[in-house]
């Protein structure tokens, strides 16, 4: 086998070519339980959406429900006395879906106020109606035990023909 006048070996084969560096599918951060933590979480949800190519409505909307998925675990972990809450962003059936994860240390599961359950006014003010939010503008939601604690999710649909990882 000849190349350009060179002698290859049998063997030998041409060098692939390389392969631009992909966006990863999903990324996770350990973050401090601090109020502080959500606009950073919001910020960084909304610069992954950018590298995925996804924006506008979805990109607002995902960052509405990490939003409220991570105050709830900061304001859960206050109570419980945890130090830390992990977040998950994550594109999911072959760009179909995007998935938002929130990790806590807390046992207490996560209620929707105004669902048969009897919330004083002060009661509602401070937690339970960020999960009406939630309910309503994710394709779906919901709550996994993970240890001690437990993992909130949340997805959106991705709507029309997804452009790909890292399209811009």
Same mark, same amino acid.
């Given at each position: ?91 999911? %059936?072959? +760009? ?8 806590? $240390?807390? !046992?207490?599961? #996560?209620?929707?106020? @105004? &669902? ?11 937690? %339970?109606? +960020? ?8 394709? $779906?939601? !919901?709550?996994? #035990?993970?240890?001690? @604690? &437990? ?18």
């Amino acid at each position: 086998m000849r190349s350009k006048g060179i002698a290859m070996s049998t063997r030998a084969r041409p060098a692939a070519a390389r392969v631009a560096s992909a966006t990863p599918a999903s990324v996770a951060y350990r973050l401090p339980s601090k109020p502080r933590s959500v606009g950073w979480v919001r910020r960084e949800l909304r610069r992954q959406l950018e590298q995925w190519g996804l924006a506008g409505e979805l990109g607002e909307s995902a960052a509405l429900l990490v939003s409220e998925l991570v105050t709830n675990a900061v304001r859960a972990q206050a109570a419980d006395g945890g130090t830390w809450v992990g977040v998950r962003f994550a594109l999911e %059936g072959g +760009g179909r879906r995007v998935r938002l994860e929130v990790r806590d $240390g807390s !046992g207490g599961r #996560p209620v929707i106020s @105004g &669902k048969g359950t009897e919330v004083t006014e002060e009661e509602d003010a401070e937690c %339970g109606r +960020g999960l009406v939010l939630v309910d309503a503008l994710a394709s $779906g939601w !919901g709550v996994e #035990p993970d240890g001690i @604690g &437990k993992v909130v999710w949340a997805e959106l649909a991705v709507s029309g023909a997804w452009p790909g990882i890292g399209r811009r």
